[in-house]
């Protein structure tokens, strides 16, 4: 019975969290899929579409529409690999300041939801690792 409530609490959160952001990315002309790639380009650059949609864990047809936008907006540098059909992400500059502007007032929203929690330091930790380990394990049960 647990093990129902962890997900169900998982679940729950995912809604009201992202409707909490959709102001920020809306004011920046995004949509949080967007915002997300945009995240991982800045976290992994240089890196690739199929990378991505790997990290992820989105359809590469979905993670190639989504890059033609960004790309589109100018937020992108994109290299040609050793082979011709593999291509490097990197945010361009007008990307990394988006990206910057962005994560800023994320960040605040984030830390004021976790201050108002009043959990410690090691009670998120152990949050932090004890949702690694359930994501680890989804991603491996995936790949049957």
Known sequence: MQNKFVFDNIIA???P???MFQP???SFELYPAQW???KDISYNAPTTLVQISKRRSI???TTRKILKVLSEKSLLTVETGTDKREKWLS????????YKNISSRVDKVQDEIIKNTGLSVSELEHITKSLQ???EQILEMEEF
Not at 91 to 98: I, V
């Open 13 to 15: 959160i995912y809604r």
């Open 17 to 19: 969290y992202t409707k």
């Open 24 to 26: 920020i990315f809306e």
């Open 36 to 38: 997300l790639v945009l």
């Open 59 to 61: 359809e590469k047809p």
């Open 91 to 98: 945010l361009s500059p007008k990307g990394e300041n988006l």
């Open 133 to 135: 380990l359930i994501h």
